[in-house]
């Protein structure tokens, strides 16, 4: 096992791969995206469940997309019954998105799922290995956050 910057890359990027393979198949059944579930994932830690909804620059903002694709995938999401979109309580040229009754049901079923597929991946790995990893890998994404912010 290489332990050189290079090969832990290849490492991670191998594993993301793998994980991003086995979420999509775990999708397929509900006929989502992988974008898709994670608009909804990304609307449901908003924590806009009980107030006003997540505006859909935000959540482009958060997926990391343009807004026009982010419309796109919220487009979707409605014709799934999932996802419902309000004019903005504070904002009248904004709109406001939250997960209709359905899309909350629907996204439980999906953290199982995800759980379910991380929990296969990883289960050579004892808790506290579980821990080892997760603090390097996130000490690694903080230190690129920080580089990406100082440029």
Partial sequence: MTTDAAGLGELVLRTARVLR???REALGPY????HQSRAMGVIVRSGTEDGE????S???AQLGIAPRSATDVVDALEEHGLVER????????AVDIRLTPAGRALRRTLDRARTTVSDEHFASLTAPERATLARLLQAALDDT???DADA
């Fill in 53 to 56: 909804g997540l505006r859909l």
């Fill in 86 to 93: 309000s004019p903005s309580a504070q904002d009248r040229r």
């Fill in 58 to 60: 935000d959540l482009a």
């Fill in 31 to 34: 006929g989502l995206s992988p």
């Fill in 21 to 23: 393979r086995a979420h």
């Fill in 145 to 147: 956050a920080r580089r």
